[in-house]
């Protein structure tokens, strides 16, 4: 029963947290839809990136708007940067860990693009280069962080958006990582209405 009753408060801390955080996300994730969608409909793509959970993360992501997310649609121009393995161990060989996104950025970010960076702590040192070299290309950023957004938090320009899980909700990654999701998902649904409208 200690064990059912643990895995209970694990629901109900996950579900608080959430719901601590409506009020602070809600208006900043709306400007992430609007600049996702107007880069889309620019012939834009979406770059994300991330480390452990936050490169499933943008893996996850990618495939809902390449694929679907719950309505049929067209694809939309996604691309996860923690994916090509030949890329990301070459680089890291060849250069530093640091660069395995940041060089992609270079490559392949254009200045209608954006970079949807995910850091639990906002301290990544690969995001943050992903995130200068997105600048560097004119490229706006989306970053998902947490607590108080790290060292990220402070490289963030006027056209970028900042989605940070504050610390007064929770300092648990996996809270914040749990917010992350639900972040995502709120992301995919806003693009699919601005481009779709309504479902009938």
């Not at 250069?95 to 301290?123: C, H, M, P, W």
């Not at 970028?160 to 972040?183: F, G, K, S």
């Amino acid at each position: 029963m200690e064990l059912v009753t643990r895995i209970a408060r694990q629901f109900n801390d996950s579900a608080q947290v959430k719901l601590d955080v409506v009020e602070v996300l809600a208006a900043p994730i709306a400007q992430a839809v609007e600049l996702m969608v107007q880069s889309l409909l620019g012939n834009g793509k979406i770059m994300a990136c991330g480390n452990g959970g936050s490169a499933a993360d943008a893996q996850h992501f990618a495939a809902e708007l390449l694929n679907r997310f719950e309505r049929e649609r067209p694809p939309l121009a996604a691309i996860a940067l923690t994916t090509d393995s030949s890329t990301l161990t070459s680089i890291a060989n060849d250069y530093r860990y640091d660069e395995v996104f940041s060089k992609q950025v270079r490559a392949l970010g254009q200045a209608r693009d954006v970079l949807l960076a995910i850091s639990t702590s906002g301290n990544s040192a690969n995001v943050i280069e992903a995130i200068h070299a997105a600048h560097e290309r004119e490229v706006n950023v989306v970053a998902l962080t947490g607590r108080d957004g790290g060292k990220i938090a402070e490289l963030l320009g006027d056209g970028d958006v900042h989605l940070c899980v504050p610390e007064y909700a929770t300092m648990r990654t996996a809270r914040i990582q749990e917010v992350h999701l639900l972040v995502l998902h709120c992301l995919c649904d806003g693009i699919d209405h601005l481009l779709l409208g309504d479902p009938e």
